[in-house]
């Protein structure tokens, strides 16, 4: 596979390099260089001529830094001649900015979409948005993949007897009811208003969750308000404890002290589509690496990127045992 190139920015290396182990391809070196005024140069240190490039960054934390080495990376490989150049963003920081619910309120998620266009990427590879309307804000072919595939494969060995999968907000309920059918679980639902960014109030529990044990799903975990929050109602709802799975483990301010000394949290488990805190031995990690470097395989061959979903997404056929490994 030598006509494929893959780069990384700083956002993540580790999985940059292990994407690069599934796909057998050596990771290609950056070099990112800051001016005295602040300003950032990437220059990429493979030819990119007639390539298939790729380059690794998911936008976390800093965030405004990473969208810049990442636009400054595409305009490089652009102006190398690189044939195709895909942007493989596990983290899209700027799809929980996709409406205008406030006067004079700037729409981040379609924003973003256009400058990577600008840049001059042809192709966006990213998972589990926030919002499913950010994929349109793309004018450029975007692969959405999901990490519930890989989050079951935590709990398939579980005794789920008494287990029950609750989603924070009705805006997650179709995922969290995909991720109960692929467990074969009931599922059940907070009624969510958030207040601010780290407040929010879960004023009601949709479903049975009376002496169950949770599996809580979200998208993403940034401070754990929300996580907070729905656990004091389940346990007003006689809940017995609480297994906590997100795709996006940002885990910021002061989310690590309210989750891990939580008496209701039997553990956390999170993908690594952002760097794990190495403050938080216990959180558990499984890798989505193995299907970012499917999706790029058979994005350079030309193949259906959705048939990895067979099983996940109910439209398809029977459950890919790769998936859950």
Request: hydrophobic content about 40%.
């Amino acid at each position: 596979m030598r006509e494929i190139v893959v780069f990384s920015g700083s956002a993540h290396r580790t999985l940059a390099r292990s994407i690069c182990d599934g796909l057998g391809v050596e990771l290609s070196s950056v070099e990112l260089t800051r001016f005295s005024n602040d300003c950032l140069q990437a220059q990429l240190q493979a030819n990119c001529r007639q390539r298939d490039v790729y380059i690794v960054q998911p936008l976390a934390p800093p965030t405004q830094e990473h969208l810049m080495e990442l636009l400054l990376m595409i305009d490089a490989a652009r102006g190398a001649s690189a044939d195709q150049i895909t942007a493989v963003i596990p983290y899209y920081a700027y799809a929980r900015s996709d409406k205008k619910d406030a006067s004079r309120l700037s729409i981040g998620g379609r924003l973003v979409a256009d400058m990577l266009s600008a840049a001059g990427v042809h192709r966006v590879l990213t998972m589990t948005l926030h919002a499913p309307q950010v994929h349109g804000f793309f004018s450029v072919p975007v692969d959405h993949l999901t990490g519930i595939g890989v989050l079951a494969g935590h709990y398939q060995e579980q005794d789920l007897s008494d287990a029950v999968v609750v989603s924070p907000d009705f805006g997650n309920a179709k995922t969290a009811t995909q991720f109960a059918r692929l467990l074969g679980l009931p599922v059940a639902a907070g009624s969510k208003k958030r207040l601010a960014d780290d407040r929010v109030v879960i004023d009601a529990i949709v479903g049975d969750v009376e002496g169950r044990r949770a599996i809580v799903l979200d998208d993403e975990i940034a401070t754990g308000g929300s996580i907070i929050e729905l656990l004091d109602r389940l346990a007003e709802h006689g809940c017995t404890e609480a297994s906590v799975a997100c795709t996006h483990g940002l885990f910021v301010g002061k989310a690590i002290e309210r989750l891990r000394g939580h008496p209701m949290i039997s553990e956390v488990v999170a993908t690594d589509t952002v760097p794990a805190p190495t403050t938080w031995p216990e959180l558990k990690t499984r890798s989505v690496a193995g299907l970012f470097a499917s999706a790029i395989e058979r994005i350079h061959a030309g193949e259906s990127v959705s048939s990895l979903f067979d099983g996940v997404d109910p439209a398809h056929g029977p459950p890919q045992p790769r998936l859950f490994d």
